[in-house]
């Protein structure tokens, strides 16, 4: 009985563990809000890259002198790139709420040349501003709750993926935003008001356009350079290729999820159309590690680029449902994992797959 007040309901850890990430999970949520959403997830891709380099050096050389097998690499994958520091469930996550909230509360901090609503511009540094870091810092604390608790019950999908998706969604309720918004074009799947460069309309009922709108097109795809199918599901193969290779020749899954992570430095820089493929390479090398037991080499670097594919395309299924036609980021590629990685679950736990992939 002791041992139980000892630990924390459910979570299976003790108090001054969870004080220790209860406390961090705020500051890197408000470290999110600080440096910008996007800047924060490029963060989590150069610390993953280094902790992946780590653990492979580690399995090359063997164990060393007065360090467990395995510790390097969760000391800064796990604790660091994939946790309360620079974990997108905390960090990005923190990001994405302090865009939404100052995207109702700060509109006049719109830069020039953004045409899409400022709740949507994960790429804006809010600085030192006490009420926006404040909100990043509850939305980093609320993505590391929602991941360890759902990790804690044994949710069959990646509860970091899931924990990105929960807390923009709830930033959407929060701050004002409709969930889905209202589609411009024949249907919410629809991108040509995109392209034929339309602006929002007037409201429903007659109304002028209110002034955090204008300006704004009817439709926002969550990528310009990276929404038609036949090249999302082209970009989809090639990186689901790349990402099973890097797995297949090293053993890490996480190691082409970094590389891609780190690429986006180019994006924010303003470098045009650099393709996103997170999402892509590390769905790629799940379908290297599900193959590869039952097939060669070869047929595994297949399946990655199949499994790469179908998750670019999930997320641009996603984008167009519950990015295009709302005001704030809910990240597609973040869907795309946690929907893909649900899939590998369920179809391992029936038997057709033969592991669940790095579940």
């Keep these: 009985m002791y041992d139980v007040l000892l630990q924390v309901p459910l979570l299976g850890m003790e108090w001054e563990t969870f004080l220790l990430l209860f406390i961090t999970a ?92 400022f709740g949507k511009n994960i790429l804006y540094a809010f600085g030192t501003k006490p ?26 999908t990646d509860t970091i993926a899931l924990s990105v998706v929960l807390t923009a969604v709830i930033a959407r309720v929060a701050f004002g935003y409709p969930i889905v918004g209202r589609p411009a074009g024949k249907g919410i799947l629809d991108m040509t008001p995109f392209e034929r460069e339309e602006p929002r309309a007037a409201a429903a009922d007659g109304g002028e356009v209110p002034e955090e709108h204008e300006g704004r097109l009817a439709t926002e795809p969550w990528l310009p350079h990276q929404y038609k199918w036949s090249g999302v599901a082209a970009i989809g193969l090639v990186g689901g290729i790349l990402g099973g290779y890097i ?40 379908g290297a590690v599900v193959i590869a037991p039952v097939a060669g080499s070869v047929v595994a670097l297949l399946a990655a680029g199949a499994f790469g594919a179908v998750s670019g395309l999930l997320g641009e299924v996603t984008q167009r449902i519950m990015y295009a036609h709302s005001g704030t980021h809910v990240d597609p590629p973040a869907m795309a994992i946690a929907i893909a990685m649900l899939v590998v679950a369920v179809l391992a736990f029936l038997g057709v797959l033969p592991n669940a992939g790095y579940l």
């Design 26 to 117: 705020l500051a890197g949520g408000a470290f999110g809000a600080a440096i910008g959403a996007l800047p924060a997830f490029i963060f989590t891709g150069f610390v993953v890259f280094l902790g992946e380099g780590l653990a492979i050096l580690q399995r090359e050389i063997g164990t060393l002198p007065g360090v467990n097998a395995g510790e390097l690499a969760a000391g800064v994958t796990g604790v660091i790139g994939f946790g309360a520091v620079t974990g997108p469930h905390i960090a990005f996550a923190g990001g994405v709420a302090a865009s939404a909230y100052a995207g109702k509360k700060y509109p006049e901090m719109e830069p020039d040349g953004w045409d899409y609503h």
């Design 131 to 156: 009420d926006i870091l404040a909100v990043g810092a509850v939305f980093g604390l609320l993505g590391m709750l929602i991941n360890r608790v759902g990790a804690a019950v044994g949710t069959p």
């Design 247 to 286: 797995w297949i020749q090293t053993g890490s899954i996480f190691l082409g999820y970094a590389i891609s992570a780190m690429s986006l430095l180019f994006l924010q820089l303003g470098v045009e159309k650099i393709p996103v493929t997170h999402h892509i390479t590390l769905i790629g090398a799940v």
